[in-house]
């Protein structure tokens, strides 16, 4: 059950503060950003006050959700509905569920709601925007994924908070929590190098952009391509993109198994080949083995997010390791912040860890990683 110190702690008050605001009291001194910072915390932590607790007693144990709003605990019509948050993703479900790393996101929100004992309600990817009814009535709203600036420039004013997951937009009026995925990609290929691989192909994806492909505007693929024109090494014919969601369907194994088709065919042959993605590294594995290659002898393979089939796959795959429920836990912890009056936004970076396996060498002191 939560209690009175610890929504005092989350919004920097006293207890006898928070004790005060919440029976209203009107002798209390206090701003109102700081009061309302009071309610929304009490209300996202579904608080109840000793009132309701003996009220929901006396009527047979019905629940209460404590203060809300501008209300007096137990005076407003919906005082038993729970306080609640939406998620927006950028994905569709069956999307979703083709990809483990998203699926961890949205596990990481809903696991985080669930300890708070906070209702999320989900809103998956279509060609229209959600109700702006929806989003104003929750307490906060958690986006996961990419949007457009148009879809940004729509959510922010519709949404009383508003934080973005496994997304930077880039902008400094709002918080976010993501992986730096370009920095990961150039730590990776520095490591590839230290270890003597010298011709690295990349299998990656366009970024959408508004409907728009940019062929090379995907992080991993420009830090890929400014990391090999350092080096004087960028070869166009070893980086092969395609796009990820032709259709409308997630088709990533499909689409590693035809690029990596694609880098096969270039001589000579890569002696490494980095995917954007785990997914996309299972269909590279089937198109090496097929042409008759050995992982890691003739080439290596290493990738990103370390889904949990990585380390049964035949070689076991070296992958760098993105925390998706990190990344979930950390947007809700944001959320609360927001709700709890923090006046500044934030930008919260999770740190990726590469895990070396047998797909690849390992960099001197390294030991690869078994099965877990």
């Given at each position: 059950?939560?209690?009175?110190?610890?929504?005092?702690?989350?919004?920097?008050?006293?207890?006898?503060?928070?004790?005060?605001?919440?029976?209203?009291?009107?002798?209390?001194?206090?701003?109102?950003?700081?009061?309302?910072?009071?309610?929304?915390?009490?209300?996202?932590?579904?608080?109840?006050?000793?009132?309701?607790?003996?009220?929901?007693?006396?009527?047979?144990?019905?629940?209460?959700?404590?203060?809300?709003?501008?209300?007096?605990?137990?005076?407003?019509?919906?005082?038993?509905?729970l306080p609640r948050l939406a998620l927006v993703h950028f994905l569709e479900p069956s999307e979703?569920?083709?990809?483990?790393?998203?699926?961890?996101?949205?596990?990481?929100?809903?696991?985080?709601?669930?300890?708070?004992?906070?209702?999320?309600?989900?809103?998956?990817?279509?060609?229209?925007?959600?109700?702006?009814?929806?989003?104003?009535?929750?307490?906060?709203?958690?986006?996961?994924g990419k949007h457009s600036a148009r879809e940004i420039d729509w959510l922010k004013p519709n949404?009383?908070?508003?934080?973005?997951?496994?997304?930077?937009?880039?902008?400094?009026?709002?918080?976010?929590?993501?992986?730096?995925?370009?920095?990961?990609?150039?730590?990776?290929?520095?490591?590839?190098?230290?270890?003597?691989?010298?011709?690295?192909?990349?299998?990656?994806?366009?970024?959408?952009?508004?409907?728009?492909?940019?062929?090379?505007?995907?992080?991993?693929?420009?830090?890929?391509?400014?990391?090999?024109?350092?080096?004087?090494?960028?070869?166009?014919?070893?980086?092969?993109?395609?796009?990820?969601?032709?259709?409308?369907?997630?088709?990533?194994?499909?689409?590693?198994?035809?690029?990596?088709?694609?880098?096969?065919?270039?001589?000579?042959?890569?002696?490494?080949?980095?995917?954007?993605?785990?997914?996309?590294?299972?269909?590279?594995?089937?198109?090496?083995?097929?042409?008759?290659?050995?992982?890691?002898?003739?080439?290596?393979?290493?990738?990103f997010n370390d889904i949990p089939v990585a380390q049964f796959m035949n070689p076991p795959l070296?992958?760098?390791?993105?925390?998706?429920?990190?990344?979930?836990?950390?947007?809700?912890?944001?959320?609360?912040?927001?709700?709890?009056?923090?006046?500044?936004?934030?930008?919260?970076?999770?740190?990726?860890?590469?895990?070396?396996?047998?797909?690849?060498?390992?960099?001197?002191?390294?030991?690869?990683?078994?099965?877990?």
């Open positions: 059950m939560v209690t009175i110190k610890q929504i005092a702690k989350a919004v920097g008050v006293s207890s006898a503060t928070v004790s005060r605001v919440l029976n209203y009291d009107p002798a209390l001194s206090i701003s109102p950003a700081k009061r309302q910072a009071v309610i929304e915390t009490a209300e996202a932590l579904n608080y109840e006050t000793p009132r309701n607790r003996n009220r929901g007693a006396k009527n047979g144990g019905a629940r209460a959700s404590g203060a809300r709003g501008g209300q007096a605990p137990g005076s407003h019509p919906d005082d038993n509905r979703e569920l083709s990809d483990p790393y998203y699926i961890g996101v949205r596990l990481g929100i809903e696991n985080r709601c669930k300890d708070l004992k906070t209702e999320i309600i989900k809103v998956y990817h279509s060609d229209d925007l959600p109700s702006p009814a929806l989003l104003q009535g929750a307490t906060g709203v958690i986006v996961v949404s009383r908070h508003l934080v973005f997951a496994d997304f930077n937009p880039r902008r400094d009026d709002i918080d976010c929590v993501f992986c730096d995925l370009g920095a990961a990609t150039r730590g990776l290929l520095d490591n590839l190098d230290a270890t003597g691989y010298q011709r690295i192909g990349f299998i990656g994806s366009f970024e959408n952009i508004d409907g728009h492909a940019e062929p090379y505007g995907e992080q991993r693929c420009r830090s890929y391509i400014d990391w090999c024109r350092e080096k004087g090494r960028f070869d166009e014919d070893l980086l092969v993109l395609g796009n990820i969601c032709d259709s409308g369907q997630n088709l990533r194994l499909e689409t590693g198994y035809m690029l990596a088709q694609k880098l096969l065919a270039v001589a000579p042959l890569p002696d490494a080949i980095v995917t954007a993605n785990d997914n996309m590294a299972i269909g590279a594995y089937r198109a090496i083995q097929e042409a008759g290659l050995s992982i890691p002898e003739d080439i290596a393979v290493v990738s070296s992958t760098v390791r993105i925390g998706g429920e990190h990344v979930g836990e950390a947007a809700v912890d944001l959320l609360l912040e927001q709700i709890a009056g923090r006046d500044f936004n934030k930008k919260v970076i999770i740190p990726t860890r590469m895990i070396w396996r047998q797909s690849s060498r390992a960099p001197e002191g390294q030991v690869p990683t078994s099965a877990e």
